[in-house]
């Protein structure tokens, strides 16, 4: 089946970036934001996040990932403080963006994007839906691509499924208007981005910062630079 749509990764595919240091400076501001408002133990805050993170992981569909993560996160903070939205949302607007400093810079990403809508596919940010829509799109403009010139992007308050679940993929499909056999999966991920093949989509392992915890064998995958994507959609299409 010719495929109509290019699902890509966020965080290591079109953003640069080295995760473990990305999350580390992530809590470094965080925490000092939320301090104030009863959240004065950074370890405790750090594992309510994570607890948070790991429920979305696991989430079944019957809740958006958002009620899912706060749910969760309120375990451990039963009073959870009215002003919570606005504050997280002034913290994404401001302290949240000094993080594109610790974040690469790949120009061959917006050009790719580009040149994939030229072909007549349609895009979508396929990203790990953990964070706001505000911070998707932020990471998208670090990025330097175009929010504009995506039909869809992922994040905890528009989906009910998390990576590496199939059932993402199948959702963000369908929010696409497709199957998922309409559509390439493209990721540095191994363990997050490739399970999208046991949907039925074909995937792309961008190797620019591969990332492949469980050392798992890749000699499978089609994989490679931005411009070996290109080369490889061309094949498919």
Known sequence: MIIKAVLFDLDGTLLPMDLAEFFREYFKILCPKLAPYGYDDPKKLVNAMWMGVDAVNKNDGSRINEEVFWDTFNRYYPNDFAKRDEVMNDFYSNEFQSL?????????????????????????????????????????????????????????????????????????????????????????????????????????????????KDNKDISKYAKGSFAELLNYIESLI
């Open 100 to 212: 594109k400093e610790i974040c690469g810079y790949n120009p061959e990403a917006d050009k790719a994007v580009k040149r994939i809508k030229e072909m007549g596919l349609k895009v979508c940010v396929a990203t790990k839906p953990i964070f706001p829509e505000i911070a998707t799109i932020s990471r998208m403009k670090w990025a330097g691509v175009c929010p504009e010139d995506f039909e869809l992007h992922t994040s905890f308050d528009r989906c009910k499924y998390c990576k590496p679940s199939g059932e993402y993929y199948v959702e963000t499909a369908e929010k696409l208007g497709l199957s998922p056999e309409e559509c390439l999966m493209v990721g540095n991920d191994v363990s997050d981005d490739m399970p999208a093949e046991t949907v039925g989509m074909k995937v792309f392992l961008l190797t620019d910062c591969l990332l492949n």
